[in-house]
């Protein structure tokens, strides 16, 4: 039987993007006769949603501890909200009691919660257990830092934090027995940025579909309060917008002022467009600007998780956006093609997306990052009629398979199993 540590700030009940692939993995892990420990935080003031239901997704068999953090009650008078930042002794006592208490033969890394990675290097120093980390976004990103790019979020904030990468992310991934990424494009970086990165270890691992998540909604999302209009053309979105995303969307509302001048009713609707509480809506000026005011809808505020999955069941079809960041693949594509609707995806040429829907056997529309982008809104405003005369179905391929919810848990514990065995 092997043991693995699973470190991840955010797990049920509380809702976060990062922890999905986790949860999503655990049922095969103990099906597999894996003995599994989850380290997470006890987060009195947490930020994301606090989900009951996801935390009926967890098996039993699983163990899971959580470490103490402080409330955000307090610590945000310095200003530190980070869930991570709040936790990040506490968890360095518990993993190093649990790792010292009984053998572990791998750590697992899998969050976003950066500030955490290093915890793996120091635990290996003291209780010689390999590591293995799962990089769901780069660490260090200098997309805010290119011509013409908007103001990184969060002020000092972020600085800090991308100082904080820069001193200790290549001292991290040196000491990792493995490096999984959702893209081979952070790879790259990593090496190019650390050379001696080359000799370890590495694995692409794009997200996979949450398989029985949507067996689970599909047996009773009919019972559910519909969430989209039950008149028109729905297009529908269920996610964070980042800056780099607007370029598409924008494309899209053009678009769409295109189609509904000729008379196709047809709507957009976007759920949980910010990962703030009160975020402010990201796409109505854009939608005023191309007098859509009436027919584009947003919700700033995050759906809960089997919310934002039955968006993407009842709409007539789902939205997919590329970002300017070109190395970006949003996590939720095998999520939306799962969901059996069709889809219309828009990126910038070059983006890493457009490479992995193809992959996946779904087209993707493309416009230059700078320059005239007259093609892209002619081919989106085709597309959208071919979706209105129900010309535009839903496609299926057997390349699926490889990103299927059993077959990325069983990657993950191949992956385990090799650090573990040296």
């Known amino acids: 039987m092997k043991r693995v540590l699973i470190v991840s700030p955010h797990f049920p009940p509380v809702n976060a993007p990062d922890m999905q692939r986790v949860r999503v993995a655990l049922p095969y892990f103990v099906e597999a006769g894996w003995e599994v420990t989850v380290l997470t935080v006890a987060d009195p003031t947490p930020t994301a949603p606090v989900e009951p239901e996801l935390a009926a997704t967890v098996p039993g068999a699983v163990r899971v501890v959580r470490a103490r953090c402080l409330s955000r009650r307090w610590t945000g008078w310095l200003g530190v909200n980070n869930v991570a930042l709040r936790s990040l002794p506490f968890l360095f006592l518990a993993g190093r009691r649990l790792l010292r208490g009984r053998r572990h033969d791998v750590v697992y890394f899998s969050t976003t919660m950066f500030v955490v990675l290093p915890l793996g290097r120091l635990w290996k120093l003291l209780c010689g257990a390999p590591y293995v980390i799962d990089l769901q976004d780069p660490w260090i990103s200098d997309y805010y830092d290119r011509p013409g790019a908007p103001r990184p979020p969060g002020g000092w904030k972020y600085q800090f934090a991308q100082g904080l990468g820069r001193a200790l992310e290549g001292w991290t991934m040196r000491g990792a027995a493995h490096i999984i990424a959702v893209s081979e494009r952070y790879l790259d970086t990593l090496r190019t940025r650390y050379p001696g990165l080359r000799a370890t270890p590495a694995t692409e691992l794009p997200f996979g579909s949450p398989d029985p998540d949507l067996a689970r909604l599909r047996a009773t999302w009919k019972s559910r309060a519909p969430l989209l209009p039950a008149s028109g053309l729905r297009l529908a979105f269920a996610g964070a917008l980042g800056p780099g995303q607007l370029a598409a969307v924008e494309i899209l509302f053009a678009a769409l002022a295109e189609v509904r001048r000729t008379g196709l009713h047809v709507s957009a609707h976007f759920f949980g467009t910010s990962y703030a509480p009160q975020g402010k809506p990201a796409t109505l000026a854009l939608a005023a600007k191309h007098g859509l005011a009436g027919c584009v809808h947003e919700t700033p505020a995050r759906l809960r998780y089997f919310e934002a999955l039955q968006v993407t069941l009842e709409a007539d079809a789902n939205l997919v956006f590329g970002s300017t960041d070109l190395p970006f693949t949003p996590s939720k594509i095998l999520a939306v093609l799962a969901a059996g609707r069709p889809v219309i995806a828009l990126a910038p040429a070059g983006s890493a997306m457009v490479a992995r829907l193809a992959a996946l056997g779904e087209t993707c529309m493309t416009f230059p990052v ?41 990657k993950q514990m191949s992956i385990l199993t090799a650090a573990a065995t040296g």
Do not use: D, F, K
């Open 370 to 410: 700078a320059g005239p982008n007259t093609a892209a809104i002619s081919e989106t405003a085709a597309r959208l009629r071919q979706l209105a005369a129900g010309r535009l179905a839903p496609v299926a391929s057997s390349e699926w398979e490889r990103y299927s919810a059993r077959a990325v848990a069983e």
